[in-house]
């Protein structure tokens, strides 16, 4: 008996049309999730992959990542009576007390004080400073010990649920001249690498994940304390608190950082500190136009001495 051939069962042009509508489908959502996440997402597609494949990141690096990771996409604590953490980091007697009293008023309750004072206990002449007061040690103008009290300021801030925001410092950018990368030392490597090196004012204003990442990072303030310091290999001098905080955050949450000024500084002088600013500079011109800045210029510390336009806030 010749045997018989079973003819196929094929799908119909209906059902292979189905088909190719589902599968496209879901092609085209997976690339709309990956290119746009939603605002309000903490861990988009694109943070799976990772950003520099060039290397394989050391122990200490994988356990860092993980730890903010975690901290990054959990989300934030909603308080009742969110506030504001108000972080003053002063040698001894903090200035203008009483103009900082008429700041505050009117909020009671929507904030909170603290202050480092590094050389002597001050005496308060505003009773909202006082018992304001925290542990403090000495620190040094330029040296990682400015850090160690910002990092002190932060975690007595955070022993308060309350605390949403806190507040001291800057922007981050690039500048490729002697007061910029040029205090990178390759000691870094391999965790942070010149390309991320990063400067940035002391001043800053952050969120309570960010202030978290702070105090919990070890590795990455172990290379500034010990590489990023006064009188260097070639005669560099490095900051600490100028470029510390900056990386930190360009490299663990680039998209979660404003890059902008928090304060009006003025560098056109160009000295080692900004233009103070006397009583008689004080008018209403003056103020009117700092309000009004939408671009803030950054000249670079090369000898091109070119200027970066930052966006302002």
């Not at 489908?25 to 709309?32: D, M, N, Y």
Request: charged content about 25%; hydrophobic content about 35%; overall charge positive.
């Amino acid at each position: 008996m010749k045997g018989v051939t079973v003819p196929r069962t094929r799908a119909s042009p209906r059902r292979r049309i189905w088909i190719s509508v589902v599968v496209i489908f879901i092609i085209i959502t997976v690339l709309w999730a990956y290119l746009y996440p939603p605002q309000d997402y903490s861990y988009p597609v694109r943070d799976w992959f990772p950003s520099e494949p060039t290397r394989e990141l050391t122990d200490a690096e994988t356990a860092a990542r993980v730890v903010f990771r975690q901290i990054l996409s959990t989300p934030p604590f909603i308080s009742r009576n969110p506030k504001i953490a108000f972080m003053f980091l002063t040698p001894s007697k903090l200035p203008f007390e009483k103009l900082w009293e008429l700041f505050f008023k009117g909020h009671e309750g929507r904030y909170t004080i603290y202050v480092h004072a590094s050389r002597e206990k001050p005496q308060h002449v505003s009773p909202i400073f006082v018992g304001r007061d925290i542990h403090s040690e000495k620190v040094g103008w330029g040296m990682i010990t400015m850090v160690d009290a910002e990092r002190r300021l932060l975690a007595k801030a955070l022993e308060d649920i309350d605390n949403q925001h806190f507040v001291l410092l800057s922007e981050s950018f690039n500048d490729p001249g002697p007061h910029g990368v040029y205090r990178y030392s390759k000691n870094m490597l391999p965790e942070v690498r010149e390309s991320e090196f990063r400067k940035g004012s002391q001043w800053f204003s952050m969120k309570r994940q960010h202030a978290m990442v702070v105090i919990a990072d070890s590795l990455y303030y172990t290379k500034f304390r010990l590489y990023c310091r006064p009188g260097m290999e070639e005669g560099r001098n490095c900051y600490a608190d100028e470029h510390y905080l900056p990386t930190l955050f360009h490299m663990m949450d680039p998209a979660g950082i404003a890059n902008w000024s928090v304060t009006y500084v003025d560098w056109s002088e160009g000295k080692w500190h900004p233009r103070s600013f006397r009583a008689k500079d004080v008018t209403y011109e003056r103020l009117k136009n700092m309000t009004s800045i939408d671009v803030s210029n950054h000249i670079t510390s090369d000898e091109k001495r070119s200027t970066v336009p930052l966006n302002c806030n």
